[in-house]
């Protein structure tokens, strides 16, 4: 039996992938079902929020000491989201990755179509739903 170990950043790092391979998904299925409803992945930066309040007392002083320079505000996070939502250079696109409000490339394991569809296959048995609707016609 393989042991593994449990790391709060791993374990963050493989819910972002997951979020994004989902969208991907979302949008294919959305696009191929001639939806004209779009899905965009919004990464808001490193934002100063109370998320490394419970971090080791090392991470909490290191954040204290360098948070102006190097964190957004909350309000500075949520301006890709809203530009996501509003933007009129958004409208009708979707399948983006996006941060400060500009398209980019997210990591190249998230364009793995495979991966994608079994995620989405297993969040759909997660659920108790059957993944029948997102079949492409």
């Known amino acids: 039996m393989k042991r593994c170990s449990y790391s709060p950043h791993g374990a963050y790092a493989q819910s972002k992938l997951a979020l994004v391979l989902f969208t991907y998904q979302l949008q294919h299925l959305l696009t191929a079902n001639g939806s004209h409803v779009t899905a965009n992945v919004v990464d808001p930066g490193v934002v100063n929020t109370e ?16 948070a102006w320079l190097f964190f957004k505000t909350p309000e500075e996070g ?4 809203i530009y996501a939502a509003v933007s009129p250079e958004m409208e009708g696109i979707g399948g ?3 941060y400060n409000e500009e398209r980019t490339k997210s990591a190249d394991i998230a364009y793995d179509g495979e991966l994608q569809r079994r995620l989405w296959r297993e969040s759909c048995k997660m659920v108790g ?9």
């Open 51 to 66: 998320l490394y309040n419970h971090a080791f007392w090392v991470v909490r002083v290191a954040k204290w000491m360098t």
């Open 78 to 81: 949520a301006s890709t989201t």
């Open 96 to 98: 983006c990755y996006l």
């Open 129 to 137: 739903i059957s993944d029948e609707s997102s079949r492409v016609p």
